[in-house]
């Protein structure tokens, strides 16, 4: 049989002892210390994810916002464009009718002052004709001889004027 000796026994009993009391006094602590390490990650591991997931929702938010920015600041530039556009149109507009107004006068002007020079021109020449038939007749011509003749020389000039128009 087996022969136990009291030294083994001796040895196993304080080697139960000893686990016991390194159970107690440093395996415990040091467990108690591993589980505050790993609840202190698993709870810093849970705040990064919560931190991220905060970080990538405001990420989607200002990508949105900056889309919505950039649509609106697109949307103000194209309405900005189509303002100066209308704007430009109505200038043009606005000096082809001033052009349009300048030339109708100076035609206006034109007519007038070619009316003038012409009664003017017809002044000259009626006078010069009466000059002319008073040297022709050799005689002295009242007034109411002149008038008559200066009447019916307009009268035939106006209708010599009239057929070149015509034409």
């Given amino acids: 049989m087996l022969k136990i000796n009291i030294n083994l026994l001796f040895t196993i009993i304080n ?3 000893l686990y016991f009391l390194m159970k107690k006094f440093l395996f415990n ?3 108690n210390i591993l589980d505050k390490r790993k609840s202190l990650l698993e709870q810093q591991y849970a705040e990064a994810n919560l931190t ?3 970080a990538l929702k405001l990420k989607i938010e200002y990508e949105d916002a ?6 609106l600041s697109k949307q103000i530039i194209d309405e900005t464009k189509a ?3 209308i704007e430009y149109d109505n200038i043009i507009r606005s000096a082809n ?3 349009g107004k300048i030339i109708a006068n100076a035609h206006k002007n034109i007519e007038s002052q070619h009316s003038k020079e012409l009664l003017k021109m017809k002044t000259e020449i009626a006078n010069l004709a009466m000059d002319t038939a008073t040297k022709i007749i050799g005689a002295n011509v009242t007034p109411q001889s002149n008038k008559i003749i200066y009447e019916r020389f307009l009268t035939e000039a106006g209708e010599l004027d009239g057929t070149k128009d015509s034409r």
């Avoid at 900056?66 to 649509?71: C, P, Y």
């Fill in 15 to 17: 080697l139960l002892v």
């Fill in 83 to 85: 303002q100066a556009k």
């Fill in 52 to 54: 991220k997931d905060n």
């Fill in 66 to 71: 900056l889309k919505t920015t950039n649509d």
């Fill in 29 to 31: 602590p040091i467990n």
């Fill in 97 to 99: 009718e001033e052009a």
